[in-house]
């Protein structure tokens, strides 16, 4: 399938931007959705991949939508993707920024907050959920996936050691 | 504006007054700074951006203070899109309006947006080498872990209230087992949520 225009995605980002509630992971799996299933622009574990590097660099994890411009555009399509996820939601925040503290006891404040955070949890599920899929391969896949989330759910390690012990199983157990 | 009395706030209570009241002891960064201090977030982020933004505002610079910052955060997660993004906006907006904000989004993202391009491009090019794929076969599948486990975190701290829990439940089924498009998953399931919660406020106050 022909990847994507700049422009096109350019407006898919700025889309997705809107829909991001309770920030990049959460549209993790709308990602998927166009990228593998609806366009087959790529694999699953080519989006895994990417997933696994973009988690391994320093800064948001909004940089999974960097990487996939670069995928699907290169240099240019990386640019545009990022400032596409980043500039609609950044503009709103902008602009309430300068009301927000007039809102700080309105009973729909309340109820923004108290819906989105139930929205978000499902999301975010829903994206570790997809991305187990994705990544593995086999059982031993799966395998890894849920002892990860254990260690980090029990220990108070950085994330960063999990991968590492992701990479140092994978590379042993020859993934 | 400031009453008189700020200098004295009550220990217990915190008034309007002295919310509106800038504390005298924080700093207000230009666009140079502003720069600076979220491109040293950007780099240091490993694995969450969140607590570095928090240690570079509130302790390292002294930009906002510490219920300043709860409040620029509960911004950032409410409104969509990358969290750590939206509070460098916002709180570059305020110091400096709209060339703050470009200037604190320029910092955050500068050095990430590099390293990853840079790891992206290592990967394409031994991407091919059977050590490589494997090591990264193995991060991904603990990357997907740690997202699991970060809803999971999130999950047991949830509100335990009937429609709640129905809304985190209809949520993933609609978005990670129907597979359906998560614009139209929001469009139905946020109104209902916001029905629901309003309407226990309603009661509430009726109570």
Redesign the interface.
Known sequence: MNPPSLLTLLLSCC????????????????LH?HVV?LNHWMSG?EF????????????????VV??IG??LAG?PG?LVA?LG??G???L???G???V??RF?HS??????????????????????????R????DWR??A???????V??RGRF???W??G???????L??? | MPHPSDDAPPPSRNTDASRTAPDPDLIRPGCAGLFRGFFAVGIRGFGGVLPWARRMLVEEHRWLSEREFTEVLSLGQVLPGPNIVNVAVVVGARFAGPRGALSAFAGLMAAPLCIVLMLAELYRRGGDIASVHHALAGVAAAASGLVLATGAKMAVRMERRAWVVALALLTFVGVALLRLPLLGVLAVLAPLGIACATFEIWKGRRA
Do not use: H, K
């Not at chain 1, 990417?50 to 994890?61: F, Q, R, V, W």
């Open positions: 889309a997705l931007s809107l829909a991001a509630v309770g920030g990049a992971n959460s549209i993790v799996p709308e959705r299933e574990s895994a991949a990417l997933y696994a590097i973009a988690s391994t660099s320093p800064g948001p994890n909004v940089l960097t990487l670069w995928q240099y990386a990022t996820i980043c609609p939601s950044s709103l925040a902008y309430l920024s300068r927000w503290d700080a009973p729909w404040r309340t109820a923004i907050l108290r819906t989105l955070m139930p929205l978000t949890i499902g999301l975010i599920l829903g994206s570790g959920t997809l991305l187990t994705a990544a593995a391969q896949g799966v890894l996936a849920g002892l990860a989330a254990a980090y759910w950085n994330p960063l999990v991968l012990g992701g990479a140092v199983v994978g590379l157990g020859g993934f």
